[in-house]
């Protein structure tokens, strides 16, 4: 049999006909569910079918029975990673939901750097923050506020389950139209042009120094101890069911010291136990309180 033929799906009305019955759906559902926290129903069917012929396609995969049977197998680790980035977005910009980075701006982050120039320690999560525009934003408002922040012990930690999308983050550079959101000022202090790039600007040191990328799945065990006085975690919860976004409120209050601060998406609200201790103060805003089992921990004692 010609190869080539074989991995040619049948053609139906002369479009691409990759078989896709609704147990492959299920199988698809429940690994992404499992894997990632993704929640595919069934009125999702088409949106993934369209997602993810280009995999079965990259793959030499005439229909979704074989790629069901490639993600559910211990080779498969790969493919469920590719699976992932095929089913989400990896949307961003810089300043994202601009309010955010001004209500740290103007009261967040003051108290926090006064700790942290009196020997405290300041920690603040962009958690799933795609190709980086996010931590950087934060980098910025903090390096604006306190030029010498990186001798000081505040950090930003940025991760995300997408390996592909943090080479991206790491690497720093980004396209002129890009870079709209950031300011003139910014843009002098902490864009670098790009040598043969003449349409990029590359991170500069200052910025990079205070922020560390790693790979993390927010479903999994975080090797994380925390406590963080910043959390963001916006635009990913969307993506989870209410009891996987419940769940995930709880853990971050875990880690969240008592005053700090949790920013989540515009269409995403804090639901289920964690509403006990994470008390909204803004448009997706919110800050944590002793609530009933809340930790107790706060960076101001005995520092300022
Ligand atoms: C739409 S982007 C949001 C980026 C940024 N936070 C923002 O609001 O602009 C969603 C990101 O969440 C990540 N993501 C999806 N599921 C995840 C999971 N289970 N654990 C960690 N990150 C996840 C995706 O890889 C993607 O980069």
Redesign the pocket.
């Known amino acids: 049999m010609n190869p080539a033929a074989a991995s040619t799906p049948p053609f139906v009305g002369g479009v691409a006909n990759y078989g896709f019955s609704d147990a492959d759906f299920a199988v698809i559902a429940r690994r992404a569910q499992m894997d ?2 993704l929640h595919l129903t069934v009125v999702k069917k088409d949106l993934v079918y369209s997602r993810l012929t280009k995999r079965l396609r990259q793959l030499g995969l005439t229909d979704f029975a074989s790629y069901c049977r490639l993600i559910e197998s211990d080779a498969g680790a790969d493919e469920r990673m590719a699976m ?2 095929a089913l ?6 810089f300043f ?1 939901e601009e309010h955010h980075f001004q209500t740290l701006r103007e009261t967040v982050l003051p108290p926090l750097i006064k700790a942290a120039r009196a020997g405290g320690r300041v920690r603040l999560w ?5 190709a980086g ?2 931590p950087y934003s934060l980098a910025f408002i903090l390096l604006d506020l306190c030029p010498e922040a990186a001798r000081l012990n505040i950090r930003v930690l940025a ?4 390996p592909v ?1 943090l080479v991206r983050a790491k690497a720093g550079i980004y396209e002129n139209d890009e870079l709209k959101a950031i300011s003139p000022s910014i843009r002098a202090q902490h864009l670098d042009t790009v040598a043969g790039q003449p349409n990029c600007f590359s991170i500069g040191a200052k910025a990079r120094e205070i922020v560390t990328f790693g790979e ?4 999994q065990d975080w090797p994380i101890r925390g406590p963080f006085e910043v959390l ?1 975690c ?3 919860a969307i ?1 989870f069911d209410k009891a996987t976004q419940s769940r995930l409120w709880s853990r971050f209050a875990e880690l969240i010291t008592v005053g700090g601060h949790l920013f989540i ?1 515009h269409s995403e609200r804090v639901s289920g136990p964690a509403t006990a201790s994470l008390e909204a103060v803004g448009v997706t805003t919110y800050r944590k309180t002793p609530g009933e089992s809340g930790n107790k921990m706060n960076i101001f004692e005995g520092v300022a």
């Open positions: 990632f926290g992932l980035s989400t977005t990896n949307v961003t910009h994202r962009s958690a799933g923050c795609s525009q996010e991760t995300d389950v997408d999308i993390l799945n927010l479903m963001f916006r635009n990913v993506y998406g």
